[in-house]
């Protein structure tokens, strides 16, 4: 129980990353704040069954304190609220995790930005930066009332890795850039309030979503490489989880102030592991295994 006392708030923690993010922190002994679209008997219009509640009951379960906010994080008068209430309740935000995203029904593979929709790209940058900007803007001043705060802005791909490549269409490439940019700015405002800004990316997520579209389970999930073969380096909620957990809890954070960081390479750093007791280190492997045309294998990989 490393972060006993110490608030966070999940911003964008129905499911994926923001869900295992959430739990582990509450393993770690914190009171999370989890927020989000769908709440029991009123889903988001991605119409799906996880709920804030049920990650907040994740949380408590694992060890810490759930508690669940139903926010829309493009209404900047919800987010207000919720700072407020933190505020009135706890007294204190340790640790701001902005995982708010919401575009996986939005964006349009391998198309320019005249075939690309362009409603849904626009709604897919607004749900995507707007967000999170929205989000930093009311509970950045709350965080930085102490000092060692930590706001970790969550992403799709290392800055390295997104400069070289391009993610899929221009809406989410902007999109999972802009992020990574975003935290390299709040970084050097926080620096002067002892504060500690970075972005983080997950390998290949196992999420409730994707093990969906694989047609497997987190059980068996090892079945979805016999047509997705690098499917073999993919992780849990859990694994990111873990990597921000061990950031939290780490005296010199400050270290890693503006940096871009990947859980496969903060479990090198860390030591922490997946649920399985491996450590993949999928943007490692992508590079070096996948874009050469390598068989998949994870050996040395995970």
């Known amino acids: 129980m490393k972060l006993e006392g110490k608030v966070a708030l999940v911003a964008g923690a129905t499911r994926g990353a923001g869900r295992g993010i959430a739990v582990e922190l509450g393993a770690a002994g914190a009171t999370v704040y989890v927020t989000g679209r769908s709440t029991r008997g009123n889903p988001s219009e991605y119409a799906r069954a996880e709920t804030i509640e049920e990650t907040a009951a994740l949380v408590t379960a694992a060890g810490g304190k759930g508690m669940a906010v139903r926010v829309d994080h493009l209404v900047s008068a919800e987010v207000a609220a919720l700072v407020a209430r933190i505020r009135r309740e706890a007294g204190r935000l340790d640790i701001l995790v902005n995982d708010i995203w919401g575009g996986e029904k939005l964006f349009e593979w391998n198309k320019p930005v005249w075939d690309h929709d362009l409603d849904n790209g626009l709604r897919l940058l607004r749900l995507g930066i707007d967000t999170h900007l929205i989000t930093a803007h009311h509970a950045l001043p709350l965080l930085i009332e102490q000092?060692?705060?930590?706001?970790?802005?969550?992403?799709?791909?290392?800055?390295?890795?997104?400069r070289d490549h391009y993610r899929l269409s221009p809406f989410y490439d902007l999109a999972k850039v802009a992020v990574n940019r975003m935290a390299w700015a709040h970084a050097k405002d926080l620096a002067g309030h002892g504060a500690t800004a970075l972005s983080l990316t997950p390998g290949w997520l196992r999420s409730e979503m994707m093990l969906e579209a694989f047609g497997v389970t987190e059980e068996n999930w090892r079945e979805a490489t016999a047509k997705v073969p690098h499917f073999v380096i993919s992780e849990t909620p859990r694994f990111v989880g873990r990597a921000v957990a061990a950031l939290a809890a780490d005296p010199d954070r400050a270290r890693w102030n503006g940096q871009s960081l990947s859980s496969g390479g903060l479990a090198q750093v860390y030591g922490f592991t997946d649920l399985d007791g491996s450590r993949p280190d999928a943007w490692r492997y992508l590079v070096e295994v996948e874009e050469t045309g390598r068989a998949a294998d994870a050996t040395g990989y995970r």
Do not use: H, R, S
């Open 147 to 162: 000092p060692g705060g930590l706001l970790v802005e969550v992403t799709d791909g290392t800055a390295d890795y997104n």
